[in-house]
């Protein structure tokens, strides 16, 4: 008789199908791909959402409340509750009784969620949304992972309000397992059972071989080539004026930046050669990183390191599984990778770099030896190890 699925829940921030694939998505298609079961929630939409319903995503959330859950290709169950309130770094819900009970204003109520989907018990509960906290006290599970990305009160609005959460889940979870080297103290701060590094990996596969037949990603139909590529977040830890230097410098150069966000607007005007074609779906991601010469990190160390040093590059691993040399910021997380990246201390190397880029082929065989070295699997059989499954 062919035993039943092991079920897994794991409750995070991103929803499941975002552009913006981090290490808990990956790590779900994992657990499927291991006969688990998977039930994934992401943060919720709220009416506060509404404010934003022109962001990309926002309505793409609605929508994914009001069916979920969403059924994907790998059998995995995706939901977004809808509640009247969820935690934010703003004043009133950042408050330890927003924190606390925000789930109580969730429709319908999570309890009927779970108990419709089958999730009254479960054989792991995974939590990277310190939100979640709650369920540690309401779900019936076997064994519990907290996943650690950041060093939570390093990000605005948070400082003194998530701190008892992240203590909360590293207590009781029977292992914490954390994305880089540089959070390791952070981790070990909060009084957790027991601790692995379970470092950011990458699905090799997916980006070695997705690239199009048909030529450059159409996003780029109006950027000159080369291309310099980032992909992710635009938010303040990228170093905006390093940018804005070195595509004055290189103007034959064109620097996309396909993502979320908007640069910081301190800056002032950019370079013509600067392009933000917007958010890429990630089915699309290797397509577009095949029309490149070279991924790019630009992140600002000078005055964002404390958002920065918890960060093991998901971009790196990635940009270099499509073959491509990539141009990053020096930080100890890097540094401690090993990895043939380019690596560069100020706008005259990050220029010099680009420029290198730009003007020949370059043997991409180390950059695949080294992305194939991390991949997704190799992460999961140490979560494995850990957890005894």
């Not at 080297?181 to 909060?190: A, I, M």
Request: with cysteine; charged share 20%.
């Amino acid at each position: 008789m062919k035993s039943k699925p092991r079920k897994v829940l794991m409750a995070c921030i991103q929803p499941y199908w975002s552009c913006l694939q981090l290490g808990s998505q990956h790590l779900a298609r994992q657990f499927s791909v291991n006969s688990f079961e998977v039930h994934y929630f992401a943060a919720p939409v709220t009416p506060l959402h509404l404010l934003k319903i022109n962001s990309a995503e926002v309505p793409a959330r609605f929508k994914a409340s009001l069916q979920s859950p969403l059924i994907h290709n790998n059998n995995i169950s995706s939901y977004i509750p809808f509640s009247i309130l969820a935690p934010d770094g703003m004043p009133l819900l950042r408050s330890r009784q927003v924190v606390a009970n925000w789930h109580k204003s969730v429709f319908p109520t999570l309890q009927t969620i779970i108990k419709n989907s089958g999730l009254d018990q479960v054989d792991l509960l995974y939590i990277d949304n310190l939100s979640y906290h709650f369920l540690l006290d309401q779900l019936d599970y076997d064994r519990c992972v907290f996943r650690v990305m950041d060093i939570h009160e390093h990000f605005p609005g948070w400082t003194g309000h998530c701190r008892w959460m992240a203590q909360k889940l590293a207590s009781r979870a029977d292992l914490t397992i954390y994305s880089a080297r540089g959070l390791k103290e952070y981790v070990e701060s909060l009084s957790p059972q027991k601790t692995a590094l379970v470092a950011n990996g990458v699905d090799y596969w997916f980006f070695r071989s997705q690239g199009s037949s048909g030529g450059r990603h159409p996003v780029l139909s109006k950027v000159p080539d080369p291309v310099v590529l980032y992909t992710g977040i635009l938010d303040s830890r990228l170093d905006w004026r390093l940018i804005q230097e070195t595509a004055a410098a290189l103007s034959g150069v064109s620097f996309v930046f396909a993502g979320p966000g908007r640069p910081d607007p301190a800056v002032g005007r950019l370079p013509g050669n600067i392009y933000f074609p917007g958010p890429v779906p990630h089915g699309e991601m290797p397509w577009l990183m095949h029309s490149a010469v070279a991924g790019m990190i630009p992140f600002d160390i000078k005055y964002r390191l404390e958002l920065i040093q918890g960060i093991r590059p998901l971009k790196l691993l990635e940009y270099m599984a499509a073959g491509l040399p990539v141009i990053c910021a020096r930080w100890a997380e890097v540094e401690s990778m090993n990895s043939p990246a380019w690596i560069y201390d100020n706008v005259h190397d990050f220029v010099s770099l680009a420029s290198k880029a730009a003007s020949r082929k370059h043997d991409q065989q180390p950059y695949l030896d080294f992305a194939a070295r991390h991949d997704w699997s190799s992460s999961f059989r140490i979560l494995q190890h850990e957890l005894g499954l």
